[in-house]
């Protein structure tokens, strides 16, 4: 082979190498773009979904109560109801204590909306222990009741029994005052003859 035959072959195969190597790195690209836009797309589809699954909590369900009436026996029926959660999941009831009242809206400031006027927080402090299933059982139960119940300051604790854990939690139910009944109307005495 004389090196004429060599620089014709070189004059042909480098082009062609040249244009193989961009053909491949086109080829590779344009995988990693479609990669990117399934990826992109599955992304997108989880937000999505995280969004509906936010909205549905949000809304709350039928049959669910912000506030129930206020009167002689709502406390005691809520504290039934915690006892009687607590016997269900096999947890017990250290500790419940009632907070005081505080009035509606932030100390200081302008007072709530008409609509939110009657509704009044009631909280108290609530430790329970038992085993971490049942307790975390309870507390499932307790967020799924038909009234909102809000829990703050949630700490979880294990005592010296390590097959134990304790849960405490400030859980706050909501109240519309009781509206006043109406007077008797006043009838007339009619004097006996």
Same mark, same amino acid.
């Given at each position: 082979m004389t090196s004429h035959d060599r620089s014709r072959i070189a004059l042909v195969a480098l082009p062609t190498l040249i244009a193989f190597g961009l053909f491949a790195d086109a080829f590779s690209q344009r995988n990693h773009f479609v990669q990117d836009s399934e990826q $992109?797309?599955?992304v997108e589809r989880l937000i999505q979904q995280t969004l509906? #699954?936010?909205?549905s909590q949000q809304n709350i369900p039928e049959g669910r109560k912000a506030a129930v009436p206020e009167d002689a026996v709502e406390e005691s029926q809520f504290l039934? /109801?915690?006892r009687g =959660?607590?016997?269900a999941n096999e947890v017990e009831i250290l500790r419940w204590s009632a907070n005081p009242r505080l009035p509606a809206g932030p100390p200081g400031g302008p007072p709530p909306p008409a609509a939110l006027a009657e509704i009044s927080p009631i909280s108290g402090l609530l430790e329970v222990v038992g085993p /971490? $299933? #049942?307790v975390l059982a309870f507390a499932r139960t307790l967020e799924q009741n038909d009234r909102l119940l809000n829990f703050s300051s949630v700490a979880? =604790? $294990?005592p010296d029994a390590r097959d134990k854990v304790r849960l405490s939690m400030i859980v706050t139910r909501y109240v519309v005052k009781a509206p006043t009944p109406p007077a008797p109307a006043a009838t007339p005495v009619v004097p006996a003859h």
């Open positions: $992109r797309q599955q509906k #699954s936010l909205e039934n /109801y915690v =959660t607590a016997r /971490y $299933r #049942s979880w =604790t $294990r």
